[in-house]
């Protein structure tokens, strides 16, 4: 796994360095993005939201420079035009509705007031807000406004996606259907780079992988490469439902289960096969109301990955 130079990268960072005060978040590090799908992959605090708010110019770099689509980011209105941001955060307004929200934000673009509009709502109605696209976005759940968030970025028809941590809030459903639309829009020739400190949610979208820690490149290369070194530890996933005894004895009986323990939120399941267990979560939900309305892995593993891979 190197961090070798890339003919035709859209994305070329060297030397990058950021500081708040005493505080050095990201350091020295430098790679290339080609067109398509990256995954930038790290346990919290890694440094992952800094580099995302440089790449797409919220923040200047302290040290280093920065390329993106041939452009420095930093400040730069023809940058800003031809990207789309989902920040981790929210980011939405609570007295708009859904439609109103994204017809504006489609209009500070340039579209006009009508084809905003018509934007709007197919983008809307392909993340399953039709019915919703008309109430006040303060109305919304989590998953809700995430979805609306992702509805923006996609109507966007930008050139490059920068999307943080994007299928947080999600069910395990809505998780696979926005995979697959990330994919698609690569296919188109979008470059995008999304951050998690999920494995599992990178691989199912690229093979490519940036894996930062304490704000340090410590590797890039193809995920299927970390793979084996992640499945040494253990995995653990919290799953938020409705309820979690009856869910829990029916997880229990698959072998990709190890342990299941109810929290508050839901249930803490334990598994040496996350592979397996997502793929067997996403068939069962879709297949029937399991009542799943989030999932969350700690970095629990990640970061023991990381420590091994930077020695200590």
Excluded at 152 to 174: R, Y
Excluded at 203 to 218: C, F, P, S
Aim: proline share 4%; charged share 25%; with cysteine.
């Amino acid at each position: 796994m190197s961090g070798a130079a890339v003919r035709g990268a859209t994305i070329e960072v060297r030397q990058l360095s950021r500081a708040f005060g005493q505080v050095v978040a990201l350091n020295e590090v430098s790679f290339d993005v080609a067109p398509g799908i990256v995954g930038l992959l790290g346990p919290n605090g890694a440094g992952k939201s800094t580099l995302l708010k440089i790449l797409t110019g919220e923040l200047r770099p302290s040290l280093g420079s920065v390329r993106v689509l041939g452009l420095d980011p930093f400040a730069n209105p023809e940058y800003f035009a031809r990207i789309a941001v989902a920040p981790e955060q929210e980011a939405l307004f609570e007295d708009v509705t859904g439609r109103e929200f994204i017809t504006f934000m489609l209009k500070l673009r340039g579209h006009d007031a009508a084809d905003a509009g018509r934007r709007a709502e197919e983008h809307l109605d392909a993340m399953g807000l039709a019915d919703a696209m008309h109430r006040k976005i303060g109305g919304y759940s989590k998953g809700m406004r995430q979805r609306c968030k992702l509805a923006a970025v996609f109507s966007a028809d930008a050139e490059a996606l920068f999307l943080d941590e994007p299928l947080t809030g999600l069910d395990p459903v809505w998780r696979h259907r926005i995979q697959t639309r990330i994919r698609e829009r690569a296919e188109a020739g979008v470059t995008v780079v999304f951050s998690s400190h999920v494995l599992h949610e990178v691989e199912q979208a690229t093979r490519q992988v940036l894996l930062l820690h304490r704000g340090r490149l410590a590797a890039q290369g193809e995920a299927r490469e970390i793979r084996a070194m992640v499945d040494k530890h253990p995995h653990r996933i919290h799953v938020e439902c409705a309820r979690p005894r009856e869910i829990g004895a029916r997880l229990l009986a698959w072998d990709s289960v190890e342990s299941v323990r109810v929290t508050p939120k839901g249930l803490l399941v334990t598994t040496p096969k996350p592979d397996r267990f997502y793929a067997s979560l996403t068939e069962a939900s879709a297949a029937e109301d399991l009542g799943v309305t989030g999932l969350h892995s700690p970095d629990d593993s990640l970061a023991a990955l990381f420590e091994t891979l930077v020695g200590g």
